[in-house]
């Protein structure tokens, strides 16, 4: 049981970088590999500032500021020199691995005896439940931030950049910074995915990060899969879907490995379910 607890924790953890996907690839239909770097920025961030100060607030804010930082670079890159989005993507999460590097001086950082997140709500004596009901509670707040900023002016203009660039600008909005800005966000949710789950495994890696804009991806296609069974459409209702997403795929990462299979195999596994996501709705259109 608790191993299947552990894996919604997981999952709880990722909901923060499902939003930043959610963000990037259906708002603004832009393919940003950036995430693979900001996430493990944020990672870095985290075990540099509580190894050093021993301030969760702090580590969870600048986490926050270093991948908003990150996701802008990747806009501007895009937006002002004209790059193409996926080469400007993979453009910071190249420079962002020498960063990470760099902000470590190795390529490990362990956190044990450091205070972390999971150190609050100690009303509640079970470790497993505490942790549980911190990702928990992070996760409403994360949604009810979202669903607040996507239907402001600010949120419906991002909305609207994504769905006709052209019209937007026509009605006098600066469609390059919604996009950088879009991706600020995007990038900043990620990095506190990659603080949480930091904190939560114990320590950062400098490879950590890698290949995890598939499980994002993969993610937010399990949720809009199972909004469009339910035929809801609603902003609401499609946060939801990706956090039910994110559960959902480490559930079935967890099955996979209850069952036997190599964790050498885990990426692959990973790259088969978002295959099968992403290509099954196409092949049912066609039968």
Do not use: C, H
Request: aromatic residues 10%.
């Amino acid at each position: 049981m608790n191993f299947y607890l552990s894996a919604i924790m997981l999952g709880l953890g990722f909901v923060s970088l499902g939003f930043g996907i959610f963000i990037s690839m259906r708002i603004f239909n832009i393919p940003d590999i950036t995430t693979d770097g900001s996430y493990t920025l944020g990672g870095v961030v985290t075990a540099v500032i509580l190894s050093k100060y021993s301030s969760v607030p702090m580590a969870l804010m600048l986490s926050f500021i270093a991948g908003i930082i990150a996701g802008s670079a990747t806009g501007f890159i895009n937006t002002k020199l004209k790059v193409n989005a996926l080469l400007a993507g993979i453009l910071i999460m190249t420079a962002l691995y020498s960063v990470n590097l760099s902000l470590m001086g190795r390529s490990n950082i362990p956190l044990i005896n450091l205070p972390t997140v999971f150190d609050w709500f100690s009303f509640i004596n079970d470790n497993s439940m505490r942790q549980f009901s911190i990702l928990l509670f992070i996760t409403i707040l994360l949604v009810a931030f979202l669903s607040w900023l996507l239907k402001t002016d600010f949120g419906i203009a991002m909305r609207a950049t994504g769905n006709s660039e052209t019209m937007v600008r026509a009605m006098g909005v600066d469609t390059s910074r919604m996009k950088i800005m879009g991706l600020a966000l995007a990038n900043g949710l990620t990095a506190v995915s990659g603080s949480l789950i930091t904190q939560y495994q114990g320590f950062a890696d400098i490879n950590m990060g890698i290949g995890i804009v598939i499980l994002g991806l993969g993610s937010v296609m399990i949720g809009e899969t199972m909004m469009n069974l339910l035929k809801v459409n609603s902003l609401f209702f499609r946060l939801i879907g990706v956090i039910i997403g994110t559960v959902v795929f480490r559930l079935i990462l967890a099955v996979a490995l209850s069952l036997g299979i190599d964790p050498n195999y885990l990426k692959l596994i990973t790259a088969l379910i978002v295959l099968a996501v992403v290509s099954l709705p196409n092949l049912r259109k066609k039968v």
